[in-house]
């Protein structure tokens, strides 16, 4: 259904600095560069931008703002996964919008949501119940 994904920054080098990090929690890399933006996903995809993930400044070079209900929502495999992307986006710059969790969506729901340092907000989800207490 989706092609990619375009989130604008205000700050680039600021916002690599984070992506960098919360992404490798879900074993995505950065994998191209350019003067005004930064892509990350699996490296057969970066030239087709299909399944890809775009940081960059604005196209008519108006400031970046973040949209008030929308949310984007990254995959983890690992309720743990979505612990790390959690904490290392707190210690990267993020805000914390919901710590992980369940969620009242469906029993294996479990999710955790911060805003970027530009102020997107990001949900990390795992789907499975990965063999873990559903308490936690």
Not at 82 to 103: M, T
């Amino acid at each position: 259904m989706f092609s990619h994904i375009c989130l604008g920054t205000n700050n680039l080098s600021e916002s690599i600095l984070f992506y960098d990090q919360v992404m490798s929690t879900l074993n995505i890399q950065r994998q191209e560069t350019g003067e005004t933006y930064a892509c990350y996903g699996d490296i057969k995809d970066v030239g087709s931008g299909i399944n890809c993930l775009f940081i960059g400044e604005t196209f008519n070079g108006n400031k970046a703002t973040a949209g008030n209900g929308v949310n984007i929502a990254l995959l983890a495999e690992t309720r743990n996964q979505v612990r790390e992307f959690y904490e290392i986006a707190i210690k990267s710059g993020g805000v914390c919008d919901g710590a992980p969790g369940l969620r009242d969506v469906h029993p294996n729901f479990f999710a955790a949501y911060v805003l970027d340092p530009t102020g997107n907000k990001l949900v990390v989800v795992c789907h499975s119940s990965d063999g873990q207490n559903e308490n936690l």
